[in-house]
């Protein structure tokens, strides 16, 4: 036993090993190009004073009131990206409420990716409504109810858009995959840069229960919050994306999201959340197309 005693405490080379995590960390950190802070990342778009952004850039809020609704953008454009941020929803009675929060392009045939949260009465569920354009035409609609009370805290709404697919997850779950399929001539978003959108307006002719249900003004302001934005992302500029530049911490090659699947285990989550949460699919929705459901439903 007392041949041992030099294997009982850690050499100093394996701590300096231990360490080396930390250490990159503390160089690379300050240089990332997105830190999560507010005023760095995002412009307050409409609303005169709605929207706000507090706590040093930490937190943003979006308020809506019978007069007007309000909204905020993201500096940059991206041309692919892994985008994370965590959402509070209104609480108690945001019937007719809608709070948007998508990536979209610009012009007439438009790419565009979106979550919106449609409100309800108090105790009432929220409805997460999805949609994919490709070129201006949409029409690609999955709706889910949550596994939990996504007014109640902050929780993590994320869109993974890279050349092979569109994955969008709550929480790190993935709830709904929309592949690249140009191979078999299915339009796929993948050359016009996006830029961020979020917006809360009154929209009580559709929100819910397809418009039954009104806003109740006397609840008013209706606020939304907002906070730890992250963007893996490449952004677009001049016409140029700064994955092709070697010289960014956001270069191709340190970036797996670029490349990134769902696995099994992500497929599995996925099929769980679809089998018991979604509660409208397009792709079988036999009688809105009668000319037979969209491509892309019967290959993926
Ligand atoms: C609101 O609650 C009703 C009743 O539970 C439900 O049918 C509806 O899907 C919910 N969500 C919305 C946005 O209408």
Redesign the pocket.
């Known amino acids: 036993m007392a041949s041992s005693s030099s294997s009982s405490s850690p050499s100093w080379t394996t701590l300096l090993v231990l360490m080396i995590p930390f250490l990159f960390n503390a160089f690379l950190l300050p240089a990332s190009p997105v830190d999560g802070n507010m005023y760095n990342d995002i412009d307050l778009t409409w609303g005169d004073g709605r929207a706000k952004i507090l706590n040093n850039g930490d937190l943003l809020t979006l308020s809506l009131d019978k007069a007007s609704g309000s909204g905020f953008q993201s500096k940059n454009e991206y041309l692919f990206g892994k985008i994370d941020m965590q959402l509070k929803l209104v609480s108690g009675n945001s019937a007719g409420t809608v709070t948007a929060y998508y990536l979209s392009s610009k012009g007439a045939t438009w790419d565009e990716i979106d979550f919106e949260f449609?409100?309800?009465?108090s105790g009432?569920?929220?409805?997460l409504h999805t949609n994919v354009f490709c070129q201006g035409k949409g029409n690609r609609e999955q709706q889910f109810y949550l596994w939990f009370d996504p007014t109640a805290d902050f929780h993590t709404y994320s869109i993974l858009w890279n050349p092979q697919s569109i994955i969008f997850s709550v929480d790190g779950t993935p709830i709904r995959e929309f592949k690249n399929l140009e191979f078999s001539g299915i339009p796929f978003p993948k050359s016009q840069a996006m830029r961020i959108y979020s917006s809360l307006w009154n929209t009580d002719d559709w929100?819910?229960?397809g418009g039954l249900v009104k806003t109740d003004w006397t609840q008013a302001p209706f606020t939304a919050s907002y906070r730890n934005f992250n963007a893996d992302a490449c952004v677009w500029s001049n016409g140029a994306s700064s994955c092709n530049s070697a010289s960014t911490t956001t270069s191709a090659s340190s970036s797996s999201w670029l490349s990134q699947q769902l696995d099994t285990t992500g497929q599995e989550r996925m099929k769980w959340v679809q089998k018991n949460y979604m509660i409208y699919n397009y792709c079988t929705d036999a009688k809105r197309f009668p000319q037979g459901l969209p491509p892309e439903c019967k290959l993926s």
């Open positions: 449609l409100g309800n009465l009432d569920p929220y409805i929100a819910t229960r």
